[in-house]
């Protein structure tokens, strides 16, 4: 398996996750921009063949090799899974996903956001023709690969510890989200 986690931190990341990678991008995010220029920027550096990207506040669970073997064995430029959501107040659920459909991922496109599995040199494709600026970075990259081949893997290796004041709540999210949203529809 040759499978790196891109992660985005402001301050030191020491967590290591046995089995694959980790490559720790320097970033203080404070807009979507910057987000985005950091998504970008990390993954062009990744030197496995698939990589995704892990919050430097979330988890990943205790079967996350298996179920990251089976995505890369899909062997398709992206591979999706369900998530664990872990609430604030302690209590968690699994988000559960569905096989793709186009239409479906436009109008719920955070449905595939934790786990997705980009095959490394379809995403450097894409991040090369991708606008730069005040955009969701997984809405267009993850709509950008789909395009070419995304499958659906059952199981849930990622815990989203979502927080109250989490980057998720920002203003500049939700309309760096709705941006992507309508470059998407322009670019079917």
């Not at 894409?126 to 709509?143: D, F, K, N, Q, T």
């Amino acid at each position: 398996m040759s499978i790196t986690a891109v992660v985005l931190s402001a301050g030191a990341y020491a967590r290591a996750w046995p089995g694959i990678e980790v490559l720790v991008h320097r970033s203080v995010i404070r807009n979507a921009a910057e987000l985005q220029h950091g998504r970008f920027e990390a993954a062009m550096q990744v030197r496995t063949r698939s990589f995704f990207f892990l919050d430097d506040d979330d988890d990943l669970a205790r079967d996350y090799l298996e179920v990251l073997e089976r995505c890369q064995g899909a062997g398709a430029p992206l591979a999706y899974t369900d998530e664990i959501v872990a609430q604030p107040d302690g209590t968690a659920f699994v988000a559960t996903r569905k096989p793709y459909d186009r239409a479906a991922h436009f109008r719920r496109p955070l449905d595939i956001h934790h786990l997705v599995l980009c095959d490394t040199a379809a995403a450097r494709r894409s991040i090369a023709r991708l606008p730069r600026g005040h955009y969701a970075p997984e809405v267009m990259l993850y709509w950008d690969l789909a395009r070419q081949g995304a499958v659906y893997v059952p199981g849930a290796p990622y815990i989203w510890r979502r927080r109250p004041t989490g980057m998720h709540r920002w203003p500049c999210t939700s309309i760096s989200q709705m941006r992507a949203l309508l470059w998407a529809k322009a670019n079917p």
